[in-house]
């Protein structure tokens, strides 16, 4: 058993939001904080809310938005026709394929409800969940640590159909060529000039926590020389990379037309954290010449909380390389050409190790690809 | 414009079931007989019965199952719930999750209620659907060419999440690697030791006759030098390949569970005809390490009817090779290597041609790694 925890850390860097704050009791150095509102799976297990529903987080509270919904709290959210149908499905697919804009109203409506009436801000604050202790009740779910006997079990955040992975760290693209090739022509010609990617089997990506179990597979029995043929065997070579994915929506593109990289930041929804499980091992033997396959299919896992770009927005930066050199070609240049300052960590604790031990960290800006050209 | 046309035609080698006739009108000769059966799901324009659900094909009578369904004609099929629910769906998905003991059931229903009183089967013939006119109007939609009053529409059969493309032809690849690296070396070593293959974008899977958008990227500009870079246009070089399909049903595998070479065989609903379309100069520049992407992401054509393997049972042979040298890994030992005798042409006719011209033929009996181990 390996315990794999990947931290996002989104670090203060000024906000016209700021200074909200919210009338539910929440620790200020919480991630969930009220200008965060994370969307989620949730369900409650043992409770009549057994059935998956679309919640918030704010601190240790899960809010629970279909009831909200259902309370004719999103009524007035234009072109969200309805929110209750919306909210209480078992994902947030439904949600997502409404426009950006539906989206930021969403957002914005839950901090006007969880907003302090005293609040700094030119925000209006609705008093109906505030002033609504029934509702609370129903709605609120205390995930805090003190608090064993709520169960909230988080689900996947949508139905994936189609996940493509790409290679978009230049380092690490160097690191690997150069292990497999040599230091002078590490990166192939190709990686400079477009996203490198390769689909994943969307039917193995699990909720972060989830149990891996170690996959089997073909294992090349000399390692520099795969005419000697291979083993069956479970992979000695496990690994798990720390990568951000992110969840495209919108109305899907039709088929022939092509998304332009100016439209292309109103259909991101959001982010999370991934890991990308890999056989090495296994991965060695199989991928030439189609890529990897087995070595990958076993397992993806992401965290169960999407933030949104729009939560995002403040932490927007330029990237650790400022341009990309060479310049890509008109169709993939990004006139605004940028990243999100969010520091990244992954730790491994392993079954006789007290606690974990953090192996790499790194920062979102580092990608030199970004979401938008990926 | 190019039009596409593949085509299967399975020929008669014996069955328990030859004998069979139907008392619905049909041309002999149609692949569409009374021991077929295929899938598949239709909807029918301008009519009360615009909403897709589930089909299934008799000479040139498309028979819509969820009217059978409906009027109780596949309530005497066990662990198959609510017939009315499975057949009304616009797919086949929920019909394909059941185990096959069902697929076979109803495909057996479906031939009672259309085999003739005077077939010389062992076959108890049902009179239900024979001497209900009402029913068979509702039902039964013409669509040979003779009848241009109604327009049947052919959906994709089912809803697809992951799809893969295995690499099993061994003359495909061992032509493939002769123009890439040397003939003595065409395979490589991985090839003859496991099905490879790469996960496809299953979003862009379109049922046959859609219309591809020629796809542009980025075409290197030195064909034997990537380093020169890539310019960005239209491909030049679009392909399609013949290949077979299948879909997978049953109940989804437990994660970290393993699907045995024995218990495969109950999984493998039917098989359709599909073009992996390809862009050959963009696979060229993109490929490396990862395999194919936007090279073949753009169009993957499937024929609208599934052909079960049941029906195809009955053209079971023996594989080309007969048997496979070197002897695969134990887990990927078929003690029945086999495939089914079914020959394939594929043609293609220009915008300015008269008519289709034949380019390529073979038989799926020459495929090395069959439905099974992959």
Redesign the interface.
Known sequence: KIYNMSKMNVSETGSDLKCLTSWVEMDESSDFSIDNIPFGVCSFPGTTNARPRCCTRLGDTVIDLSTLSEAGLFDVIDHLDSPTYTFSRDTLNNFMTHPKQVWADVRMRIIELLVSPTSCNALTPDARLRTNLPLQKTAFHDVSSENENIQVQMNLPASI??Y?DF?SSREHATNVGTM?RDPANAL???WT??P?????????I?VSG?E??RP?G?LQINPTD???????GPSRLLDFELEVAFFVGGK?NP??E?LTMERSSERIFGFVLMNDWSARDIQK?????????GSKN??TTISPWIITTMALEKYKCATSYEIQE?IP???LQDKDYSSYDIELEIAIMGENMKEPVKVSKSNLRNLYWNAKQQ
Request: charged letters at 15%; proline letters at 10%.
């Open positions: 159909q189609d493509t290679y497999f192939n010609p190709n000039r477009l490198v990617g390769y689909h994943g089997r969307s039917s193995s699990f989830h891996v179990t089997c073909q795969a005419s000697e043929g291979s083993n069956y899907p088929h022939g092509r033997f199989e991928y030439v010449p189609l890529g990897p396959f076993f397992a060479p070609l008109e169709y």
